[in-house]
């Protein structure tokens, strides 16, 4: 044998000593940027919670509608959950990312994806760019462009939320900081802490996100419930909502009146029935937009 073919040999070799055999199994995806808790049996729902919450906020929604198995995400960083994965840069989009390879990995069939505030932008960000993952889409109370939810632009509080990660640097920008996310949207009763780098990072990375241009890339179904607190504020939010979601013909648009942004919490009857109706419709096209 030649020096090159033993060479060629020796790689080979090496390269099958390598390899898993074949009842050996790849290892299983675990997520760093988030866990996920698996609750009943069904068709698959992933639940994906807000800014600096955790799982616990679906409890009451996952106990009142059986029948779906639940996949309860909590963002590493979040309501005591270890920051690991999200300890440093981006938040949001890497997280979309794993929510995706979690989907394809776990061989989930399309399944529905719920997100609430920074969840919803977590579901447009997977069904826009991995749009074979994803049955449907349920947004709840967050816009394409998260700076419109407080009437700005991503273009227009860049400079601010640049502002906040310079605050944050500081010891008594952190304090104030964490005294204002600690009552920002954890859980009713008062969870455990969120931790505030993965917070700030997440707040700027929304701040300076818009996903409108990507809004024609959604395939799957959606739909966006919001929030209208009261009669007089119902014709603005349904006017902003319906501008906010025009680039994505067909979008159903459902809103809950005399609610904050907390849906599940302020009204949970009316969330639970909008639910219900999003997990009832199968995956063909949407029903026309309409406001409720």
């Known amino acids: 044998m030649n020096r090159r073919l033993f060479l060629a040999a020796t790689i080979a070799v090496g390269l099958l000593g390598c390899a898993p055999s074949a009842g050996e199994a790849a290892p299983p995806f675990k997520p760093t940027r988030f866990s996920v808790e698996v609750k009943g049996a069904?068709?698959?729902?992933i639940l994906i919670p807000g800014l600096t919450a955790g799982r616990d906020v679906w409890s009451g929604t996952v106990?009142?509608?059986?029948?779906?198995?639940?996949?309860l995400v909590q963002v590493a960083g979040f309501a005591g959950e270890p920051a690991r994965g999200n300890a440093a840069g981006a938040v949001v989009a890497p997280v979309a990312d794993e929510i995706a390879r979690y989907i394809l990995t776990n061989g989930l069939q399309r399944p529905a994806i719920v997100g609430h505030s920074m969840g919803g932008t977590v579901a447009m960000m997977v069904g826009a760019r991995r749009p074979e993952a994803v049955g449907k889409i349920m947004v709840v109370d967050m816009m394409p462009q998260p700076a419109g939810l407080i009437g700005s632009s991503a273009s227009a509080i860049g400079p601010l939320a640049r502002t906040l990660n310079r605050i944050?640097?500081?010891p008594g920008g952190r304090r104030l900081f964490e005294s204002v996310i600690g009552?920002?949207?954890?859980?009713?009763?008062?969870?455990s802490p969120s931790d505030t780098d993965v917070v700030a990072r997440a707040m700027h990375e929304l701040a300076n996100t818009d996903l409108t241009p990507e809004l024609p890339k959604l395939k799957a179904p959606l739909?966006?419930?919001?929030?209208a607190l009261d009669a007089e504020d119902a014709?603005?939010?349904?006017?902003i909502y319906t501008n906010a979601y025009r680039a994505r013909p067909g979008a159903r648009l459902v809103r809950i009146d005399d609610s904050g942004h907390m849906i599940?919490?302020?009204?949970?009857?009316?969330?639970?029935a909008a639910l219900k109706e999003f997990l009832?419709?199968?995956?063909?096209?949407n029903p026309p937009a309409h406001p409720e």
């Open 183 to 191: 009552n920002f949207g954890n859980t009713r009763d008062g969870g």
């Open 264 to 272: 599940m919490y302020d009204q949970p009857g009316r969330f639970r």
């Open 223 to 227: 739909t966006v419930v919001y929030a």
């Open 280 to 285: 009832a419709t199968s995956h063909g096209a």
């Open 168 to 170: 944050v640097a500081t």
């Open 63 to 71: 106990a009142s509608l059986p029948g779906y198995r639940y996949h």
């Open 42 to 45: 069904g068709p698959d729902v």
């Open 235 to 239: 014709p603005r939010a349904t006017r």
